[in-house]
Each structure stands twice: as C-alpha cells, then as structure tokens.
C-alpha cells in the first residue's frame, strides 16, 4: 500500500478549490510578534482580490509565487 503523497495547495479565497499558484504573506501585529509570518494560499484568480483584502486591514507583507519547495 503506497502512502498518500502530500494534500494540493488549494487557494485561501472561501469557497475556491483551485489549484494555488501565489502565497500571500501577512501579520496581524495585535496578536502577531514583528517577525511571524502567516501564509494564504491564491489561485491566478484570487490573487488580487486577497492581497487588496489583507492591504486594506493593514495586515499584508509581500505576495510570492507559489513553488514546489513552498509554502514558506
């Protein structure tokens, strides 16, 4: 019996499987130390909207493509 491999990076957005492409990196600095970084997966689609979502709160770092060796 061969194990599963590891689970398809799907995207963040509420209600997309799709396959994600882009890593949204951001922090919360009223519950977050300066360095942590939380990670939210996006499809090409979603990309955008989720960076402008994260922007708005203040809460967004740096956005990345998303790698075989990744999510970060």
């Known amino acids: 019996m061969t194990a599963p491999g590891p689970a398809e990076a799907i995207c963040s957005r509420k209600g997309c499987r799709t396959k994600a492409t882009t890593q949204l990196l951001w922090n919360n600095p009223k519950i977050h130390t300066p360095e942590r970084r939380k990670i939210w997966l ?6 955008a909207w989720l960076q402008d979502y ?10 990345l493509p998303l790698t075989s060796e990744e999510p970060r």
């Open 42 to 47: 996006a499809c090409d689609e979603h990309a």
């Open 54 to 63: 994260l922007q708005g709160r203040s809460l967004w770092k740096e956005t």
